[in-house]
């Protein structure tokens, strides 16, 4: 019997998260096989999302975390990872609407990296875009990125510049969870996303692997914290002007892989960690332009030299917050001196 921890963070989700909560339930699956428990911590909300989640939770199972708290999204997630005890921990939104085979299809991938002798395992999906009614555009969240994932498998490197594994699509092992709880995430200095951070973390020091279906219908209300990206009517010269504002974007997640890597050792990434470092110490335009085009096939997948050579011109490292992301390395790792990447495991 596997244990099956489902982590929810809600806030005023009152509209939807008894259809959400249901399709979880619903799930196709052998129960002789897999436990179920839903774990749901409530960021404070001001509507009636508390009394749908108790009256939800008499007929099903589910553990309830109401401390009255608002913490954020992310750090609500991060709170619920002590709470639960679990084989494989999923990860959904309040307003999500499971496909009935997502939960099999999870397990049975676990189950294939397991055999292959995988110990640091993650999972994640494509999802349909909804509109409010849950009912799916034809369109998947990941369209235009998944030909960049290669061999159905997520890399450190493809992170380093893009989001790719969706915490609302997203399922880990116990391993790492246990790693995710040694790590400083709620003292990054800035808003991090959880499920960029996770997928850091499995792909750094273990398989991230890639479901090409969508499991999940991803809602389209207006109020999505991260809603789904709409490029498609952008010209060329709206593109290029939007690079300056998505490099401000990408030195945010330089900063977290930086603290990733250097928390944590790596064979396969080996080195990633003191590039970072030259990289996010000071504003070095011949520095950073070899580095964008040195990790060009991360970068753009439709135009990686013309994108690499102007994310170089406006890079701009924040060094204050640079400083605060070496002060949380030296206190994980307070023997590497220079700043080296850690070989603790």
Known sequence: MKNIAILMSTYNGEKYVEEQIISIFHQNYDESQLNLTLY??????????????AKLSKKYNIVLDFDGQNLG????????LDKAEADYYFF???????????LSLFVDRFNKLED??????????????????????????LEARSPRIRDYK?????????????GASMAVNKRIIEKLLELPFTE???????????????????????????????RQTGSNVYGARNDANKSILQRLE????????????????????????????KGISDELQKLNTKKNIYYATKFFIRYRRYVSYSNPIIVSLLYGIYFNPNTALHQ???????RRCPHENNLGTSTKL
């Open 242 to 269: 939007s690079i300056s504002s998505r490099v401000k974007t990408v030195q945010f997640l330089l900063l977290t892989a930086e603290l990733v890597s250097a928390s944590i050792g790596s064979e396969v990434n």
């Open 92 to 102: 959904a939104d309040q307003d999500d609407v499971w496909v009935p085979n997502k």
């Open 188 to 218: 990054i200095p800035f808003k991090e996303s959880h499920d960029h951070f996770i997928g850091l973390v499995v792909s750094h020091i273990g398989c991230m692997s890639y479901i090409d279906e969508a499991t999940l219908l991803y």
């Open 324 to 330: 605060q992301i070496i002060s949380l390395i030296h």
């Open 40 to 53: 749901i911590r409530d960021d404070h909300s001001s509507d009636s999302t508390r009394e749908i989640i």
């Open 73 to 80: 999204f992310a750090k609500s997630f991060h709170k619920l």
């Open 154 to 166: 997520l890399s450190f490197l493809d992170q380093l510049f893009e989001f790719y594994a969706q």
């Open 116 to 141: 292959q002798g995988q110990k640091n395992i993650g999972v994640f999906s494509d999802a349909w875009i909804a509109n409010e009614l849950a009912e799916s555009t034809g369109k998947r969240l």
